[in-house]
C-alpha cells in the first residue's frame, strides 16, 4: 500500500508539475494578457464606433482595430514605442502592465528547475531530500506568479478608476486566455509543490521504518557485566561461561592470609583430680 501511495504522487507531483511548467511557460510567450475596445457612442441612432481594439501581453501590443489595425508592436521598456493611442488612460494601461512582467519570468524559471530536480529525484528516489527541494522551488514559483498577477490587476485597476466619466466615449476591457493560463499554472504549481513536499515527508519515515537502531551496533562497555549483551548478541550461549579469578584478585588474597595472626593454640582443661593421679604415678 505505501508503495502504491508513493507511486500515486510520484505520478501526480509530475503531472502537475508539467502542466504548470507548460501553462505558464504559454502564458509568458503569447500575448492574450488583457483585451481593450475603446470607441465613441454616436447621438444619432446611439451606435457604437470603436475606435481603437487591440489585445497585450507581456512583450507586445496587437491592434485589431482603428488607424493601426493589423499591427503589432514590440513593448519597449526603455524607449516609447511610436504608435497612435486614443486616450492617455489606454496608454498608461500598457505602461503601468510592465511593472508586473518580471515576476512571471521569475516564476517560469524556478518552476523549469523545479520540474528538472523533481524528476532526479524521481529517477533516483534513494535521494529523498531533492524532492522536498524541488516542492520548495514550485511553491516559490507559485507565490512569484501571484505577485505579478497581484500586481497586473491592480495597475489595471487603478487606471481604469482614474479614467474620466464621458457620456459620449465606452471603453471597455477583460482578460484574455494567456491570463487565465497564468492563474490555472498557479494552481498547477501549488499543487506539485504540495505533493513534493508529502512525498518527501512519506520516503523520509519509510527510510525511518526499516533503518535498524543504532543501539544494536553498540559495543559492551565494560566487561563486568555478563549480561549486557545477551540480548544484542542472541547467537551468544546461556547461561554465559563462569570467569576465572584474575591475577589480581588472587595476590589480594595471599596479602590477605599473610597479614593475619597465627592461631592460638587449643586449650586443654584437665580436671584437678586427674592431675593429681599423674603426679602421684611419677613419684
Known amino acids: 500500500m505505501s508503495s502504491c501511495s508513493s507511486r500515486a504522487l510520484t505520478i501526480l507531483s509530475t503531472v502537475f508539475g508539467a502542466c504548470g511548467l507548460l501553462l505558464v511557460g504559454v502564458a509568458v510567450s503569447t500575448d492574450y494578457w488583457l483585451i481593450m475596445v475603446e470607441g465613441i457612442i454616436l447621438q444619432q441612432n446611439q451606435s457604437m464606433e470603436v475606435k481603437m481594439a487591440l489585445h497585450s501581453g507581456l512583450w507586445r501590443v496587437c491592434f485589431v482595430a482603428g488607424s493601426e489595425n493589423g499591427r503589432c508592436v514590440a513593448s519597449e521598456y526603455f524607449t516609447e514605442p511610436e504608435i497612435e493611442i486614443t486616450t492617455e488612460n489606454t496608454a498608461n494601461i500598457l505602461k503601468m502592465v510592465r511593472t508586473a512582467t518580471p515576476f512571471p519570468m521569475v516564476s517560469l524559471l524556478f518552476v523549469f528547475t523545479a520540474f528538472v530536480i523533481s524528476n532526479i529525484g524521481h529517477i533516483r528516489p534513494q535521494r529523498t531530500i531533492l524532492a ?3 516542492g520548495i522551488f514550485f511553491i516559490l514559483s507559485g507565490l512569484s506568479l501571484v505577485v505579478g498577477l497581484v500586481l497586473y490587476i491592480s495597475s489595471i485597476n487603478d487606471e481604469v478608476m482614474n479614467r474620466p466619466r464621458e457620456p459620449e466615449q465606452f471603453f471597455n476591457y477583460h482578460y484574455g486566455w494567456s491570463f487565465a493560463f497564468a492563474a490555472s499554472s498557479f494552481l498547477l504549481k501549488e499543487g506539485a509543490g504540495v505533493l513534493s513536499v508529502y512525498l518527501f515527508m512519506k520516503r523520509y519515515a519509510e527510510e525511518e521504518m526499516y533503518r535498524p537502531h543504532p543501539a544494536l551496533y553498540r ?10 549483551g545477551q540480548f544484542l548478541h542472541p547467537e551468544s550461549t546461556w547461561p554465559p561461561p563462569k570467569r576465572g579469578r584474575s591475577t589480581s584478585e588472587a595476590s589480594s588474597d595471599i596479602s590477605i592470609q599473610l597479614n593475619q595472626a597465627p592461631p ?20
Not at 219 to 228: A, G, I, N, Q, V
Not at 264 to 283: D, F, G, M, Y
Open 132 to 134: 522536498f527541494v524541488s
Open 219 to 228: 559495543p559492551r562497555l565494560s566487561e563486568s557485566s555478563d549480561y549486557s
Open 264 to 283: 592460638a593454640p587449643p586449650k586443654i582443661h584437665l580436671k584437678i583430680s586427674q592431675c593429681t593421679t599423674v603426679l602421684a604415678e611419677w613419684c
